[in-house]
């Protein structure tokens, strides 16, 4: 209850609550003053009767003194009679000293007390009051005088006043509205005023106006803030607008920017793959609701991976964007304004075309794709050899939603991509097989290591002059318990993709370290092992150290391992790539090119590059009897390899005759199934205890 009046005084109004809060104080202080006065004024009419009283008792007593002092009953009694009467007296009674009755008046009144007490006097009762006066003669007590009296002329007064003062504070209070009403509005007309101002600008948004109070109290300054206040407001809101002005145009360039970063990409500026798929499911929808077809030609860049680990990310940034300038040009080869060109992410890019009239116009676009690439990229000082690999996906008949259709494109680009740099293919439902027996290969090679399904195999390399050292090389196998033995062929294109190369090179490393080590506990210290490793571990930052810690390991020399690179080491011929090659030169590691005359080599490069061994690619030595110029090639790779004072290994040889050629040109090393197939680290201990390494022709 109380809860709820106070919520709504709380409500009220300031005007209303000062004239209540005047109100209660008024009634409070009026109240509390009649009070006292009434209960002042009532004390003072009780002091009164009781004094007539006394009066009256002491006369009787004076009166009565001499006739109780000779037990004069009659005069005792005449005289109680002739005061029974007065002044509210309803009764009177004289006792002697011992307290027995003498004399009382005979008045049949209901105030009569049963028992009379003569110790409280006066004594104030609701409808009475008694008063007891004593009776000497000559300073002897004689007895005492009784008196009860009623309060009838006390309460008579008592509701007079109490009508006179209820009246006073009605007056006063009915006053006290009146002045409060009044007084309130000084202080509410100028809070009203200012209320009204701030309710003006609340709704009208105007600052302009002012406060005008010509009061020079608090509320004149309250005002003269206020309107303070109103300035900095309006100068703020001055600011704000032009702030507002310029934050929209940021907004506006801002979603401009999301928009960009949200459906475009930002290396290449083609749109992104979310945005290809808003517009694929529009194309898809238009074929649909038109009959017509349209194809997804999905594309991935040749050996991109290798170019990037090799030269950088920057070089494989500026070679993207270089690819997706030559792509969106397309169009203009092909006529074919309408078509999109995306970038999907890393080297995966995505051409679209609507309204494919037959799928010959896909395979059309597809070539003109390739021919895009025959040229090569320039970068600045380099030139990069690049090509694409591309699958086709047609809707409906190869996916009839996005997902699918981009699905199925990719699953034809791998399988255009197995067939060689620079493939186009149309997709087929046998493709899925060959993609998802990808996925399973990529997936088992990710468990290879930790599952110890990797083993080591050693082709020998026949020294054909006495060299006084014998080598092998190296070869990773992989058997599979579901997919059985799986050929390298397969598996490192794979590694190279996915970026597991560089763990299957340590373990390729560490292995040899150790099959090492064992050859050295059986007295075979003359041995070198050569160990592929590609160009992207060649320039890894934990490599120097990873083949320290494993040398160092095993316990052998460092003279004893062979580091096989490509020729994409060319590709980059930095100074990373040489201080990296002369680094693990200096431990004593012998580095061979392998495959030589295949790549990207350069007789500047050769030069300067830190190399103890070419390989002479097999496909100079396949038709060396037949192919003069292979012929010319093979002795002129002789011819430069010992000029430069290094070693030259001739692999793939099959016959006599070829090995009769090189041996006869001076070549150093021979190696191929001629000689001995790979074999087993216990096939090549049997070998080694045979002394068939050094061969004489």
């Known amino acids: 209850m109380l809860s709820a009046v106070l919520n709504k005084i709380r409500r009220l109004s300031i005007r209303y609550k000062l004239s209540l809060m005047m109100m209660l104080i008024s009634m409070i202080v009026l109240t509390s003053s009649t009070l006292f ?31 109780l002092a000779f037990n004069d009953l009659p005069t005792v009694r005449d005289t109680l009679r002739l005061i029974n009467n007065k002044n509210g007296i309803e009764y009177v009674a004289v006792l002697l000293a011992d307290n027995t009755m003498f004399a009382e008046s005979d008045k049949n009144t209901q105030l009569k ?57 009605l007056l006063s209070l009915l006053l006290t509205y009146v002045l409060a009403r009044l007084l309130q509005r000084i202080i509410t007309v100028p809070l009203a005023s200012m209320v009204e101002h701030v309710e003006q600008i609340s709704e009208k948004k105007d600052y302009q106006g002012r406060l005008s109070l ?16 109103l300035d900095v407001v309006q100068e703020r809101e001055d600011k704000l607008t032009q702030h507002s002005s310029n934050l929209q145009k940021l907004v506006d360039e801002r979603t401009k920017q999301l928009y960009q970063q949200a459906n475009f990409d930002s290396l290449t500026q083609l749109p992104n793959r979310h945005l290809l798929m808003t517009r694929l499911d529009g194309a898809i929808n238009r074929a649909q609701s038109n009959g017509h077809q349209l194809a997804v030609l999905f594309m991935d860049i040749d050996r991109f991976k290798i170019i990037n680990d090799s030269l950088g990310h920057n070089v494989g940034d500026q070679l993207l964007q270089k690819i997706a300038s030559r792509l969106s040009r397309l169009s203009d080869y092909s006529g074919r304004t309408s078509d999109v060109v995306a970038r999907l992410g890393g080297d995966e890019f995505v051409y679209l075309i609507e309204q494919l009239p037959h799928e010959a116009e896909a395979t059309n676009i597809a070539h003109l794709i390739n021919d895009l690439f025959l040229q090569p990229v320039k970068l600045q000082d380099r030139e990069l050899h690049v090509s694409t690999s591309v699958g086709i996906g047609i809707y409906p008949e190869h996916g009839e939603d996005s997902t699918t259709l981009l699905k ?22 046998e493709m899925n097989i060959l993609s998802y ?126 580091l096989e690179i490509t020729e994409d080491v060319f590709l ?44 002479l690619d097999g496909m100079f030595v396949n038709d060396l009897e037949e192919n003069e110029s292979s012929r010319g090639i093979a002795c002129s790779t002789i011819l430069l390899a010992h000029s430069l004072k290094l070693k030259l290994v001739a692999e793939c040889v099959e016959n006599q005759a070829q090995l009769d050629f090189l041996n006869k040109h001076g070549c150093d090393f021979v190696q191929g199934y001629y000689l001995h197939r790979p074999l087993t680290a216990q096939q090549l201990t049997e070998t080694f205890l045979e002394k068939s390494l050094l061969t004489e022709v």
């Open 37 to 67: 006065i009434y209960r002042h004024e009532i004390k003072q009419i009780e002091a009164s009767e009781i004094s007539t009283v006394q009066i009256q008792a002491s006369l009787i007593s004076a009166t009565i003194e001499s006739a």
């Open 408 to 429: 199925n494109a990719d699953a034809s680009m791998y399988y255009a991509k197995a067939k060689g740099p620079g493939s186009y293919s149309v997709y087929s439902k």
């Open 437 to 562: 027996k990808r996925l399973e290969l990529e997936n088992n090679l990710r468990n290879a290591v930790a599952n110890n399904e990797l083993f080591l195999v050693y082709q020998p390399q026949v020294s054909l002059s006495n060299s006084g050292y014998r080598k092998a090389e190296a070869l990773l196998r992989w058997h599979n318990p579901q997919l059985g033995r799986v050929s390298p062929a397969d598996f490192i294109p794979v590694a190279e993709e996915i970026g597991y190369i560089n763990e299957l090179g340590k373990w390729v490393i560490a292995s040899a370290c150790q099959q090492l080590k064992k050859w050295q506990g059986q007295g075979i210290t003359d041995l070198v092992v050569g160990v592929n490793i590609s160009s992207s571990h060649l320039l890894a930052p934990d490599l120097y150290d990873f083949i320290q810690a494993q040398v160092t390991q095993a316990g052998i020399g460092y003279h004893q391992l062979e």
């Open 113 to 169: 007390p049963a028992t009379l007490n003569l110790n409280n006097s006066p004594l104030m009762m609701a409808n009475y009051f008694d008063v007891v006066e004593p009776v000497t003669l000559e300073g002897e007590l004689l007895g005492h005088v009784y008196i009860r009296a009623n309060v009838d002329k006390i309460n008579d007064k008592r509701a007079y006043y109490q009508k006179v003062i209820l009246s006073v504070l």
């Open 214 to 229: 010509t009061s020079q109290d608090e509320f004149s300054t309250l005002a003269n803030g206020f309107n303070h206040m």
């Open 572 to 615: 980059d011929h930095s100074t990373t790539t040489i201080t990296q090659l002369k680094r693990l030169q200096a431990l004593g590691i012998r580095i061979a090119i392998d495959d030589f005359g295949t790549g990207y080599s350069s007789l500047q490069y050769l030069k300067n590059l830190p190399v103890d061994t070419l390989k």
